[in-house]
């Protein structure tokens, strides 16, 4: 049985920053960082090499898994704040949260980020949007750009390599707690592995693992919900006078039929449409780059509508993947609409797209979203469109395309204490698949923060 002090299961945001933060403080401890996905130069996207125009579910997903987690080959944005993404300052302090991220934001400069512009919330914006019930929530936002953000993670990973074992293609399964202390770790391939210390930070596409985890050692989650709506994509212009002054623009709305709440999210400014595999079901999501050469004629971001559920259904996730695994059904994988098309309720035909003058990023099949999504959150991504469409004009035309189903899993809540330990000792919970995170700015200063506490303990030993 191979032996550790400390395993780092996953190999995201929260596990790359607190690998990094072990290394610079020279802890002592045998550390071992572990993900189910490839390396960072072998994390190869078919689509993106230009192999195949749709997914075709590679086990497991280079966009969703391997080192430096989903958010390696995202748009590269961290959001400096504590008004969403996440609720890291509810354990640690609203002083000491913000201080981690910005301890995060110049650790990103130091490796190569310093280039990338920092934006602020506009207070003009904020009272233009407030005058039609659109709330702009405030942050900070350093935009790496996909291209950047890969550079980074690699200059990471080599200053962590002399210090941390890394090891990848490895799934772990089966956690049990030894008798004197510490965990007994089993891997796909049968390895035993121990250590004293478990830090559970396998992101969202691990969420299910760690609730099994969680189940079989009596650690209890809260529940937690499931954001579903579709990817918007419309010409940059529209948008231009938004992103070029605040880039991230994280709007709100209540809608007035149902009072349900409906958000902007992950805005892309010239970007690209991409798929993306989440435990074998294809969704959507959105990316943009640095480089200028590397940008489109596009802005694209997320309308997600929250969904929480009451007794007697738990399970918010398994909601949503059944919304996403019939969009999969209907379309092969990512459906396609125009706006007009959804509002007159017809489908988009391969004939009608021919006629539009919004460009497609993303090859995706032209259908009916009305099929897939409930009338529910339908009803409300419209109504949040023709709210939008007041401060950028041109949001509600008829050829924006709206992409489906995009879908943001959470896991449930783990509970854990102001260290972020779990009740059971010895065992961590950080980042996204805690369900404590939901950016990359508040998992990667989890991941800091852990290996801070950790580092002490053996500074004392």
Known sequence: MEKYDIIIAGAGASGVFMAYELTKLACPARTLLVDKGAPLEKRLCPIKQGLTPTCVKCKPCHIMNGYGGAGTLSDGKYNITTQFGGELHKYVGHDKAMELMEYV????????????????TSSELKTRALQFDLHLLEARVRHLGTDRNVKILGRIYDYISAHINTRFYTELEKVEKLPGGGFKVTTDKGEELACRYLVL???????RWISSVCDSLGIRQQKNRVDIGVRVELPAEIFRHITDDVYESKFVYQTDKYNDLVRTF?????????SENTNGIVTVNGHSYADPALRTENTNFALLVANTFTEPFEDSNEYGESIARLSNMLGGGVLLQRFGDLVKGRRSSDRRMEKCFTRPTLKATAGDLSLVIPKRQLDDIIEMIYALDKIAPGTANEDTLLYGVEVKFYNMKVEVDGDLQTKVAGLYALGDGSGVTHSLSQASASGVYAARILAEKFGRS
């Open 266 to 274: 992950c805005m892309n400014p010239y970007g690209e449409v991409v």
């Open 201 to 207: 930070a396998a992101g969202r596409s691990g969420s």
């Open 105 to 120: 934001d110049g650790v990103l400069c130091s490796m190569g980020g310093s280039d990338a512009r920092l934006y602020h």
